[in-house]
């Protein structure tokens, strides 16, 4: 709290009071007669904008309009952040009768901060999302220090903005852009919020205080909307976006799966020139959203997330990571943890691919929006490293080199006596028993997984696989090590394919099978597509690699005593002639004109979505009598931030429940006489249902 009012001259201020009846809120006044509101949420880190926090501000808002400061200040109190948006607990409270009043609470509290007689100035520094960049939007001035980002990410729960959003942040910028970062849910960074008009000014924290006394004296410059927004006043030239933008919405998040982004275009569309019955028709269509099953199980997935984070407590101890292998994984891990604040060293005994690492990292930077100082630390933190002496000084030794055992037992003997005593070694293996591996290991009791996904820098899951022998302090450290370098845990036994293949394989294969029985690749890959999968099976075989997809087809059939499918004769084919996918690009399809484009618009034979899907599920309840997992709600949580699974279904064991245990299993059943043993019901299902 004393960084971000560290500019007060009266040093009993920058820790100012709760006002009377005020939780959530601290003001004070500085010499200047300029009223300093900070958002302190109790007994969290982060603020979330509740209930509390509105009923907090309009009492707080009642104190001001009776005693007039020369300007109002709104800023967080936390050093992380503005607001993270709503407090996602009290939805459930929302889906009632109620849900109504209290979101048109919230926007009468939001008007009277709009309506104040005096100029009010939202400071923000780190993000602003959701109702958080709300209340920002119903200030006269928004200032951005360095690193601030604005954002409504409402369309990921399934919703839209409901606490003025969606008519605000038109009024402010260019209505299209305003759409377009509320029918995506992507953030605008600092430069880009400025350069759209979200922000007025962009300064460093040591300049907050002349920035705010620029606009408390009404000299800060706005960016006007320009000539478009004044077009877009018209209903027929709305109606002119909008059909583009239904088109491009539909191709992403089909009306059918997600309803949220269509009933906002449906809204801004009848009601882009009127705030007011813009206003109206908010609430009623959020009211009506939270409603949706899409809604209900993308909010699920919200705390499944939370569920698999609250796994990350407690210090990791690893501030040196050293990676063995820089081939496209390894340099994908090295990168990430490098840009997270590891020191990191990148081993391989080819130089060329140590450079192609730099390279890679350099691209993650930008992609991720660092600032040029940060990625040159980043950067600075990453250290190719041709003779591997990085793993005498590591906390934590990463292997990520190809599957072959041998290659892996090699590497294991090379390392004793080399690595510090308490040092883990930790094998990026997606389809190689650890049970096996450990053999060769300096110490069993310090060896795990760490299955990383690709690419590393947007697959969020990390499983951390334990064997019989390992450590539960080795596996506490590096579900640690997973929050600190940002990426969500999940608690897995040695089993063939962990968790996330042998979920996810059946749907591969069985794409495969499709192939090889004369079916159309791309009426194959729109089955899953129509279903809600990110990628069609065949799509993401080539993207995962034909030769990985093979070993781990492999290893599954000859582990499990469950029956499966032969392996595809068309993967081994392709596999052999080297169209391993889109590394070598070529495998299912031709990667030279860049991602194949999916064909939804196929009419899908029956049956065929059911053959790639519900394998899956019968795939994760084995899983889970297996012990593979601990929970179903692990398991969901598991296989879609590992797998992309359709997020608005809740997940394969939640979509299997939803659909009926008996129709899944009566269904697997039919299945299993006309094509084989290997969709046999598992006899997990009968406690499942």
Known sequence: MTDVLSHLPDPADRNPPHPEGVTTWRMARDNENIAWLLLDCPDTGTNTISQTVLRDLDTILGMLEHDHPRALV?????????????????????????????????????????????????VVHGAALGAGFEIALACDHRIAVQGAKFGFPEVQLGLHPGLGGTFRLPALIDPVEAMTMML???????????????????VPERHVAAAVRQAAAGKLD??????????????????????????????????????????LIDLWEENGSDAKAMQKAEIVSFVNLLKTDAAKNLIRVFFLRQKLKART???????????????????????????????????????????????????????????????????????????????????LVIEAVPEKPDLKAKIYQSLAGQMKEDAILATNTSSLRLTDLAKSAPDPARFAGLHFFNPVSQMPLVEVVAHQHTNRKVLDRLRAFCGAID???????????FLVNRVLTPYLMEGMLLLDEGHDKRMIDAAGLRFG???????????????????????LKSSL???????????????????????????????????????????????????????????????LREKVVEDADTLDGAVIFGTGFAPFRGGPLHYARKRGADQVTRILREMAEKHGDRFAPDKGWSRFA
């Open 184 to 202: 995506t849910g992507k953030s605008a960074h600092d430069r880009k919020a400025l350069k759209l008009g979200i922000a007025d000014a962009l």
């Open 487 to 497: 990426r969500l845990p999940a608690p897995v036994r040695d089993y063939p394919g």
């Open 313 to 395: 407590r407690g210090e990791d101890g690893i501030a040196h990571v050293h990676v063995i292998g820089a081939g496209a994984m390894g340099a994908e891990i090295a990168a990430w943890a490098a840009l997270r604040g590891k020191r990191v060293t990148l081993a391989d005994l080819n130089p060329e691919p140590l450079g192609c690492a730099v390279k890679r990292a350099g691209d993650i930077c930008r992609k991720k929006h660092l600032t040029d100082i940060e990625t040159r630390d980043a950067l600075d933190r990453l250290m190719p490293d041709p003779t591997g002496i990085g793993a005498a000084r590591a906390d």
């Open 74 to 122: 709104m800023r967080s109190a936390k050093p992380g952040g503005f607001a993270a948006g709503a407090d996602i607990n009290q939805f459930a409270d929302m889906r009632g009768e109620g849900a109504g009043s209290m979101l048109r609470q919230g926007h009468d509290v939001l008007d009277r901060l709009a309506a104040l007689p005096f100029p009010s100035i939202a």
């Open 222 to 263: 706005t960016v006007g909307q320009g000539f478009r927004a004044t077009a877009m006043r018209t209903h027929a030239a709305r109606t002119l976006a909008v059909r583009k933008m239904r088109s491009e919405t539909e191709k992403s998040a089909p009306r059918d799966h997600y309803p949220a982004p269509h009933a």
């Open 561 to 623: 005593d469950k029956p499966l499918a032969d392996i595809p004769r068309i993967l081994r084919d392709k596999v052999e002639s080297g169209d391993t996918g889109k590394k070598s690009g070529r495998g299912f399809y031709d990667w030279s004109d860049g991602t194949p484009r999916p064909d939804t618009d196929r009419d899908i034979p029956a049956g065929m979505t059911d053959r790639l899907i519900l394998p899956m599920c019968d795939a994760a309840v084995e899983c």
């Open 533 to 555: 999968m990110p990628m069609g099976p065949l799509t993401l075989a080539d993207q995962v690699g034909l030769d990985i997809c093979l070993d781990v087809g492999e290893s």
